[in-house]
């Protein structure tokens, strides 16, 4: 099965920048669709961005602008790169993957049957 690591969290100023790395090991194919996911203590988690097999992506309105979700194939790796961050984007930062070439409903965080642990992302004012 899909193994998924998270990476790339730190603390940072508002304003500031910074990108979440999710590499993927023990990949089947490429047809997934790839989602992040963001929680904060007694919070649900909340959708964050998705990109599905052909690259098409989409991002909730909280961070619209300002996020950026990519991979790269070759390197069975997702990205998230984070600009103007603020303090309520502070969370810890999941990835998720379900096989599917498309992403429906990827607001839906039970329908991914692969999650990373986790990477923290602290952003100061």
């Known amino acids: 099965q899909v193994q998924l690591v998270e990476s790339g969290g730190g603390s940072v100023q508002a304003g500031g920048s910074l990108r979440l790395s999710c590499a993927a090991s023990?990949?089947?194919?490429?047809?997934?669709?790839m989602t992040w996911f963001r929680q904060i203590p007694e919070k649900a988690r909340a959708w964050v961005a998705s990109i599905d097999t052909d690259g098409r992506t989409g991002y909730a309105n909280s961070v619209k602008g300002r996020f950026t979700i990519s991979k790269d194939n070759a390197k069975n790796t997702l990205y998230l790169q984070m600009d103007s961050l603020k303090p309520e984007d502070t969370a810890m930062y999941y990835c998720a993957a379900v096989y599917s070439y498309s992403c429906y409903n990827p607001q839906r965080d039970e329908i991914y049957t692969h999650w990373g642990q986790g990477t923290q992302v602290t952003v100061s004012s």
């Open positions: 023990r990949v089947p194919n490429r047809r997934l669709c």
